[in-house]
């Protein structure tokens, strides 16, 4: 009599079997998904980083595993320029909906033009977010290098460093015009599509616009 009531207690206290297999679930939605899951375009993301990871870690490597000075500057060119060419006309358009680019003219002065996304797309907060932690954290590794390079009297290793900040400033400069002369369309766009309505709206408008697109310009 007492084991049939003791296996009655047994089983009244145990937990149903589904039990554990349910809390997996669970705990796997309440994870973090990883910065690839999150991005809009993994792929992207990932070559955004690879040609200048592979530039950075072929210098600061080079010296120690290859002892030759005109691989490993031909190698960093090489990953320099496939980064260069990469985030110029790809990463850019698609991490965060810009894109530059230059024109010369007959009388030979250049043109910077832009392009920009359509402000009522919405970006991944992600993809922009490491495209501009990488655009900027690469020249400044590049600057570290130059400096330590100067202090270390290894003069023909700076030939590199200048190679390398030449093409990661010309991407820098290039989405950061590019990146106010978007905000300041948005801006003109926005006050024209607020106070456009009517002649008097029309002419507030373009009033507004002119003001919001210089205030836009002035702080970033």
């Known amino acids: 009599m007492a084991s049939t009531t003791d296996r ?3 089983l009244s206290d145990a937990q149903p079997m589904g ?12 994870g973090q998904p990883s910065v690839l899951k999150q991005s809009s375009h993994p792929v992207c993301l990932i070559f955004h980083f690879l040609f200048r990871t592979a530039a950075i870690l072929i210098y600061f490597f080079g010296d120690f595993f290859l002892q030759n000075f005109v691989l490993v500057f031909v190698l960093c060119v090489l990953m320099l320029v496939f980064d260069f060419w990469t985030v110029k006309n790809v990463s850019g358009r698609l991490l965060v909906g810009l894109r530059w680019w230059n024109e010369t003219k ?11 996304r359509d402000p009522s797309r919405p970006l ?5 977010r490491l495209f501009w932690t990488g655009l900027y954290v690469a020249p ?13 009297f ?19 400069i290039g989405y950061t015009q590019c990146d106010k002369d978007a905000k300041q369309k948005w801006a003109s766009g926005f006050a024209g599509s607020v106070l456009g309505s009517g002649a008097a709206g029309g ?7 002119r003001g919001i697109s210089r205030m836009a310009g002035s702080m970033f």
């Open 140 to 152: 400044a590794i590049w600057i570290f290098f130059g400096i330590f390079g100067i202090l270390t």
């Open 106 to 116: 007959e009388d030979g002065s250049t043109t910077w033009l832009f392009e920009s």
């Open 154 to 172: 290894k003069f023909s290793w700076l030939l590199i460093v200048a190679v390398a900040l030449a093409l990661n400033f010309a991407n820098v």
């Open 124 to 128: 991944n907060p992600v993809d922009s």
């Open 8 to 10: 009655q207690n047994l």
């Open 19 to 30: 039990t554990a297999n349910q809390l997996e679930p669970d705990l796997e939605a309440g």
């Open 203 to 209: 002419f507030m408008g373009g009033l507004m616009s």
